[in-house]
């Protein structure tokens, strides 16, 4: 079993940045895949955003184009970040890695 902390999330207005962070208790270079999700409110976790051992990433057609997921593997992390942010990305957000979840981070954009 892995713990994951998640951090970065806050309050922005429409058009503005995050970047969040996903630090794994151990070593996350052997994963096969990582991954980012969210959930907003009233609404089923839905995924973001995966990144594969070799760097190959893909993404949901809705923050393609803004959002970048990346790893670090000498830090333990991944990073998602999240350009043009949009009130519709307001959600809790969640990483995923081995089957594990982080606690999740808000991320609350005004219009």
């Known amino acids: 079993q892995v713990q994951l902390v998640e951090s970065g999330g806050g309050s922005v207005q429409a058009g503005g940045s995050l970047r969040l962070s996903c630090v794994a208790s151990?070593?996350?270079?052997?994963?096969?895949?990582m991954d980012w999700y969210r959930q907003a409110p009233g609404k089923q976790r839905e995924w973001v955003a995966t990144?594969?051992?070799?760097?190959?990433?893909n993404y949901h057609g809705s923050v393609k184009g803004r959002f970048t997921i990346s790893k670090d593997n000498a830090k333990n992390t991944v990073y998602l970040q999240m350009n043009s942010l949009q009130p519709q990305d307001t959600a809790v957000y969640y990483c995923?890695?081995?089957?594990?979840w982080g606690q999740g981070t808000q991320v609350t954009v005004s219009s």
């Open positions: 990144i594969f051992l070799l760097g190959t990433t």
């Open positions: 995923r890695m081995s089957n594990s």
């Open positions: 151990r070593s996350i270079s052997s994963f096969s895949s």
